[in-house]
């Protein structure tokens, strides 16, 4: 991980060099010294890290140093860029007065007090270096570990591609699908599989859920978790129920409510992650016992748990797979073709051995040989570093081997991660754009730093440090979590390094004198927390902050004190009222890059008085909250790359696109109410990299049509309006119409459409289609989009008739009706041959053929 830092204070180091040159006058001497000196040092990390690792404690040491001093380094600049800006605003008016004369005086103070920190800092980095002769640290010319091998990206639209590559758990999954069907057992059943973390709990649970759901009017998987919250479980419940639930009542009333709904239900629940028997206590009274074969099905470590939930019951054990099916496992996550395996002689056995049949230890080390030459002396080199004792298996160590064989590059990406709460759903393209803002992502003239972020995270799910929950249309991962054993490993090795601290404090990590430098807070003592976090944090995720606390001074205005921050995101905000909250001292973060607001529904954010001076923001995720008045000043920020807004029915006030602004860096703008009628087409903004637009409310449809004209790399996009007419419904306007991929539609036409394919983006694979009349849609004609695979239709007008499938859709994977009172579905024989997952009403009869039954996941709308 010191690796890591000391090459992101050199690329930056050199940066400051370049275009700052001027401004750091005498001192950018003293910069480019200590970037010398990193870079010549960078070659004997490797051997320190490896001496480190094997217990050589003053190795260890010097490691820390180094970070230290790099961190050091990198605070002191921007330390002195935030002192330029205050100093800035205070001599605002001589500076108007005295021009140059002025701004050299605004600097000096600043300037001072940087070169006198050099000097430190000089002194500490000669010391590290004396010290490295002495500890007998060496030069190592071999390759970095893990970047000998260029990893493939092995992409796939199938969704669960984290579940494939099963080997060993057949007998257990036909032995847990009698449990749940058997006919006999009429009583609510309450079932338990135990096992240790890593054995293939979860995976069995989703293998059988796959199979059973079909039996079943209701189903759902509940992640669970150490520090579970019950409302939150019922709450999820409800909502598949009916998303007209409210979220502001107790637990009493969803208990009573849930009850209420799943009495007349055979319903399938299943808990997965269940750490204590209180969690059953609690819940068991909103799951009513009808006698219709009801099944909750729990996944733990713990007997006691299985034992506590119904004695008479005996839990189901998980075992560690035998050595054939080990080795098995292995060679399918590592892939070495015939060829290779015959050359690997016994290597594959006495590998798989050491994981002693636990399976996540298996697909970890599968990764890391799937990264190596597939050849008898790169195998070999794995086996040999795996120098622990032979008797008893230390799974943490084939995870640390993990981690410790990544490339230097991907270690912060990983270690990141350990800010989400345990059993977290992350967002590819959220933590993507956190990575982006701490600098994580080198820079590279043929691919933009989003896309090499996505390759990233592919490199993650490669390596089976992450688990894939579902993919985007394209292939890219879209959601992903993280094995809690992943997660404590990433924590530990997080927490070591001081890169993140976790409140509430992990147990166990002498917390005592550190200094981290990101911080995640997953607890409702916000006050409190808030209070322990250091001021030079460069990311801040606020999580669950629950019902009756308040937004407002002791929390926001501590804001303020993080001069250094870089990311900030709040998620999962919950109070009692609507609250109305003006973010203070916002103008004082500039170096923030990302703030975002997740699931926020209850705010109400003041942001014209703060957004506008955050002239380094990148990102503005404003999807969770309601905003007042519209942030004008935002548009003058030329480093913006993505805007998020999603207006909700009651919110009055919108995101405007102001006119005649040069827009050359923005990537996502959603969604955006389109300029003023009055603005003239001449004076449009300029949105020449565009990739994804969302325009809402619109209603100059010459203006819109206008600017669609000029968006060369949209592959995205979505409109909203009234009286639509036929060229944007259909938007052959655009230039590069042929590459357009994901398409909404949402409104009213200004005449009677008639839907045909041709008219269609060629390689569409995403269509959203709401409020249109029913009779306008056709089936057949959309059947007829060839690399369609998630169709989305909404109807709220009363359509009591019957919708037939009889062809097409050769690769569809989602369909999504939300059409109010549609009688039937009929699927014919031969369509639809990928479909996985189907949403409609539940007064909707649904015919198709078995071999979609057995596999099509069904939820329906409310």
Known sequence: MTESVVKFVVEKLGNLIVKEAQLLGGVGDQVKWAQTELMNIQCYLRDADSKGRKG?????????????????????????????????????????????????????????????????IRKDLEG??????????????????????????????????????????????????????????????????????????????????????????????????????????????????????????????????????LSSMRYLIILDDVWGGDLWIQLKEALPDNNNKSRVLMISRFIDVAKSADPKMTPYSLNFLNDNDSRNLLL?????????????????D????????????????????????????AWKRVLDTMDWHEEGLDCMKVLAMSYEDMPYYLKPCFLYLALFPEAYKISANHVIK???????????????????????????????????????????????????????????????????????????????????????????????????????????????IKKGSTLDGSYLSRFYEFRLLRVLEIVGVSVHVRSQIQLRGFDRLSHLKYLGFKNCHDLIINLTCSVGYLKNLETLDLRGIEIIDSPTDLWTNGTLRHVLYKP??????ELYLPAWHDFRNLQTIKWVSDSDVRTPT????????????????????????????????????????????????????????????????????????????????????????VGLKLEQVSMEELGKLMSLTKLRVEDDMNFRGRMTCSTGFPVLQTLLLNINYLKGLNIEKGVMPKLTYLTTSYHTKLEMPPELKRIVTVDYYH
Request: glycine share 4%; aromatic share 8%.
């Open 434 to 544: 956190m990575w982006i803002a701490e600098g994580f992502i080198p820079q590279h003239w043929r691919k933009t730093v989003e896309e090499i972020a996505e390759d990233f995270v592919e490199q993650l799910f490669q390596r089976c440090m992450i688990q894939v929950s579902n993919r985007s249309p394209d292939g890219l991962i879209k959601c992903f979590r993280v094995h809690d054993l992943l997660r404590d490993l990433a924590i530990h090795e997080a927490e070591e390094e001081n890169f993140v601290e976790i409140f509430p404090k992990s147990q166990g990590i002498n917390h005592s004198h550190r200094v981290s430098y990101r911080a995640s807070i997953h607890s409702d003592s916000l006050t409190q927390h808030m209070q322990d976090v250091g001021i030079k944090i460069r990311s801040l995720l606020l999580f669950k």
């Open 682 to 769: 001449n004076q449009l903004p300029i949105l020449n990299s565009i990739r994804k637009l969302g325009l809402s409310n619109c209603t100059n449809w010459g203006s819109v049509s206008h600017r669609l004209e000029s968006l060369p790399s949209l592959i995205s996009l979505g409109i909203k309006g009234t009286n639509i007419p036929m060229e944007i419904a259909y938007p052959r306007v655009l230039p590069n119409y042929q590459n357009l991929q994901t398409l909404h539609l949402e409104g009213t036409w200004s005449e009677n459409i008639t839907i045909e394919a041709c008219l269609f983006p060629p390689h569409l694979v995403k269509l959203t289609l």
């Open 648 to 653: 909700r029915w009651w919110d009055s006030n």
């Open 128 to 261: 590290i270096c004396k010290s490295r002769i002495d500890y007998g640290i060496e030069h190592l010319h071999d390759t970095v570990r893990g970047e000998a091998v260029i990893l493939p990206i092995r992409r796939t639209t199938n969704q669960d591609v984290d579940e494939t590559d099963v080997v060993g758990l057949d007998t257990d999954k036909n032995n847990i699908l009698e449990l749940l069907l058997n006919p006999k057992a009429h009583r609510r059943a309450i079932i338990t599989i135990v096992g240790p973390g890593g054995v293939g709990k979860t995976t069995l649970a989703q293998m059988v859920y796959k199979r059973t759901k079909a039996h079943f009017d209701f189903d759902i998987i509940l992640p669970v978790s150490q520090h579970f919250s019950l409302i939150d479980l019922l709450r999820r419940m409800l909502n598949k129920l009916d998303s007209s639930i409210p979220s502001n009542k107790d637990v009493d009333y969803y208990v009573v409510k849930l009850k209420s709904l």
């Open 56 to 120: 050589d404690a003053r190795a260890k040491n010097w490691l820390n140093q180094l970070r230290d001093v790099a961190y050091r380094i990198e605070i002191s600049i921007d330390t002195f860029f935030v002192e330029l800006e205050d100093n800035r605003k205070k001599y605002a008016s001589i500076l108007d007065k005295l021009k140059f004369a002025g701004r050299k005086y605004m600097k000096v103070p600043a300037l001072r007090k940087l070169a006198k920190e050099f000097d430190s």
């Open 350 to 377: 006495a590998l798989s051995k050491r994981c002693k049949g636990l399976p996540l230890a298996l697909i970890v080390l599968g990764g890391i040989l799937s990264t190596k030459e597939q050849t008898y002396h």
């Open 332 to 348: 399918k996550k590592a892939q070495p073709d015939e060829e290779s395996l015959s050359n690997l002689n016994d290597l594959p």
